[in-house]
């Protein structure tokens, strides 16, 4: 059972739930795909090893054999290839690693090498299994490092997926070939919209989905009602406690402290089991 944790705006505790999750289940694999600000590990506090660089193929141009016809950079339409009277310019950060241009140059002088563009680390805390990822400073495309970071998920079990807020690349990386995906909003008129633009993508994907409410009490009835009207499911409440926002300050597990937390997420674990038949 793979299940992704995301929401539509960031700051709206989509980590807390990833990581109460993964330990109402137990034995599990968690993975952290925000990988341009990771968190999860400030409340997992597992000891990290590096386990791998994160790469991606970039072209190399070979001056001897390129003669300069332009056929690779016309195919680019990432525009990471420009043609200049001597030579071809390569601009890195662009590349999407694609390898079309070597597969176009009719005079064979384009090969690939990897760039590193992250990390990838491993960590465990108890039965929870951990793989984060950790995008360069500088680098624009994060995607890459989140496809292989899913790379580690064990072919059995239980597997978290920690998902990059929004709606765009680095979300959809996240949920593609996800089970079902949790989706954590707030009740604010920011909050709604972001829901609603995140559901439209899932809804395109054909991925399940529920919602959790965070900080419930603080806003308007708007989300609920949206739910209603759409028969989309609301898999829970977390209220705005000052308690819970102590423990989460503390890098705290609300199930290991919150009673009313515990039984709320063995619920939510109960709902997603049934939806995927598990």
Known sequence: MK???????????????????????????????????????????????????????????????????GKCVRFCRYNALAKLPSEILLFPHICNGCGGCALVC???????????????????????????????????????????????????????????????????TTVSGCDYVVLVTEPTPFGLHDLRMVIEVLNELGISYGVIINRHDIGDSAVEEFLAQNSIELLGKIPNSMDIARLGSN?????????????????????????VGE
């Open 251 to 275: 890098g705290k597990i609300l199930v290991e402290n919150d009673m009313e937390m515990r039984h709320m997420f063995q619920g939510l674990l109960e709902k997603i089991r049934a939806k």
């Open 106 to 172: 009719p005079k064979a002088a384009i090969t690939e090498a990897p760039r590193t563009m992250g990390v990838i680390e491993k960590g465990r805390r108890g039965a929870i299994t951990f793989y984060g990822g950790t995008l360069s400073i500088g680098e624009a495309r994060s995607p890459p490092v989140i496809r292989q970071l899913k790379g580690h998920i064990p072919p059995e079990g239980n597997t978290i997926l920690d998902s990059p807020p929004g709606s765009s690349c680095p979300f959809v």
């Open 3 to 69: 299940i992704a944790v995301a929401s539509g705006k960031g700051g709206t505790g989509k980590t807390t739930v990833a990581i109460n999750l993964a330990f109402s289940i137990g034995q599990c694999t968690l993975l952290d795909c925000d990988v341009e600000e990771p968190d999860a590990n400030l409340y997992l506090k597992a000891d990290l090893e590096q386990l791998e660089e994160a790469t991606m193929p970039n072209p190399i141009i070979d001056a001897e054999l390129c003669d300069l016809c």
